[in-house]
């Protein structure tokens, strides 16, 4: 009886042993994936697969700015808000899996800055989208950077926005509003070009061989 209950004893404590040696599972949309960033990226995308999500992402953020009317009032915080929410797609889409802390850093503010303008109307816009708007072109600028620093175009538009960014500072009301709304379309005309730069980097298709001719 006593042997028994060791042998009991010992299956019991090797499988606690395989159990507690299993990987544990992943919870979640990440772990249908298996491969999501914590910032909700996929890191292992195709290019194909990334330059598509990206257009689309180009194509929502640019429809979003058409409504921008570089007023200051309740619709345009609201508006204001959509964009920066359609750039931060963006955004994530570009950088990739590759996500620093500098670079999630950047996206926090960019969508700290949207919660505020739909959720705070007592407060003034104007330091929460100058906030947002300098993280957006830091992020672009170091972007620009790592993967596409032989572009001297693109380095052109980056400098637009950067320099837009510092006339933001120096004005208020409705005249920020606009001034905004151009910083967001500098912003729009990088990404577009970051876009075709990576269209303009993927593999061509090779024509098909011509079967060789039949033996004589």
């Known amino acids: 009886m006593i042997a028994k209950r060791g042998v009991a004893v010992a299956v019991l404590a090797g499988l606690v042993v395989m159990g507690g040696c299993a990987s544990p599972k992943k919870s979640g949309a990440g772990a249908a994936s298996g491969n999501a960033s914590p910032d909700g990226v996929p890191t292992a995308m195709t290019i194909e697969n990334r330059i598509e999500r990206l257009n689309a992402a180009n194509d929502a953020f640019a429809a979003a700015r058409k409504e921008l009317r570089g007023h200051s009032d309740e619709q345009t915080r609201r508006e204001l808000a959509d964009a920066f929410g359609k750039l931060q797609d963006v955004l994530q889409i570009i950088k990739g899996g590759d996500a620093d802390g500098a670079f999630r850093q950047q996206i926090r503010i960019i969508d700290r800055a949207r919660q505020q303008l739909t959720g ?97």
């Open 120 to 216: 705070d109307s007592a407060t003034a816009p104007e330091p929460t989208v100058n906030a947002a708007v300098r993280a957006a072109s830091s992020a672009l600028s170091t972007i620009t950077s790592e993967q596409f620093g032989d572009d001297e175009s693109l380095k052109k538009l980056v400098g637009s926005l950067q320099d837009r960014t510092d006339v933001l500072n120096t004005v208020r009301g409705p005249i920020h509003g606009f001034e905004a709304a151009r910083a967001l379309d500098d912003a729009g005309a990088i990404t577009q070009r970051m876009g075709d730069l990576m269209q303009q980097r993927m593999p061509q298709a090779q024509p098909a061989t011509a079967p060789a001719a039949a033996a004589q």
